[in-house]
C-alpha cells in the first residue's frame, strides 16, 4: 500500500488566482494521476504524470490551465490556474503500484483538496 | 472507450438488511474492476478488486463483489448493513492498456436506523 497525502487540505480562494496542490507518496512511484470530483459527480481524470516526462492530459484539459510538475518519484503538483468559480472541486492525486510481475494494481488516492473559489 | 454505469443514484436500506449496488462496464476485453468507498469529506478507500480468478472476490468491511462476464457486470454486496457504511460507492473499472481508472457516476447509500 501507499499512504498519500495533499497540501493543502481545503482552500477558498479568488477568482484569477491560482492555486498549487502538492501530492506527496511515502514510496518511489512511476505512475501519478491527477483527478477532480466536482461537487456531487465522480472522479474525473485530469492527467497522467510520469517522472522526466511531460504529463499527459486527458480531452477538455490543457496544460496551461492545470500545469503539472513531477520531479521526482515520490512528489507532484498540480496548479489550478486563473481560477473561476467553475475550478471548485475536490482534487484528488492518485499512485499505481504496479509492481513487477504483476500485471495491474490498485491505485490509492490522497485525502483529496477541497477547493472553493470565490 | 471503456465506460462505467451504476444505475442507482441512491439506495436507502434498513441496518441489518442486505445490500446489493450495481455496476455495469463496457469494455472489449477482461477489464480490471474496483470498488472504492467514499464517506464525507473522506478520501477514497478502495473495498476490494478484480483482475483475474475467482469471479466472487472478498473485500473489506464484510463486503463482496461478483464478476460476471455474461453481464458485463461486477455488483457489489453485503449481506447485513451497518449504519457506518452510509457513503458514496464508486466502482471503476482499468485495464492493461490504461492505467488511469474510470470511473461509474457512483452510489449514495443512506443506512435507516
Known sequence: ?118 | AQSVTQPDIHITVSEGASLELRCNYSYGATPYLFWYVQSPGQGLQLLLKYFSGDTLVQGIKGFEAEFKRSQSSFNLRKPSVHWSDAAEYFCAVGHTGRRALTFGSGTRLQVQP
Open chain 1, 1 to 118: 500500500s501507499a499512504v498519500i497525502s495533499q497540501k493543502p487540505s481545503r482552500d477558498i480562494c479568488q477568482r484569477g488566482t491560482s492555486l498549487t496542490i502538492q501530492c506527496q507518496v511515502d514510496s518511489q512511484v512511476t505512475m501519478m494521476f491527477w483527478y477532480r470530483q466536482q461537487p456531487g459527480q465522480s472522479l474525473t481524470l485530469i492527467a497522467t504524470a510520469n517522472q522526466g516526462s511531460e504529463a499527459t492530459y486527458e480531452s477538455g484539459f490543457v496544460i496551461d490551465k492545470f500545469p503539472i510538475s513531477r520531479p521526482n518519484l515520490t512528489f507532484s503538483t498540480l496548479t489550478v490556474s486563473n481560477m473561476s468559480p467553475e475550478d471548485s472541486s475536490i482534487y484528488l492525486c492518485s499512485v499505481d503500484l504496479t509492481t513487477s510481475g504483476r500485471a495491474y494494481n490498485e491505485q490509492f488516492f490522497g485525502p483529496g483538496t477541497r477547493l472553493t473559489v470565490l
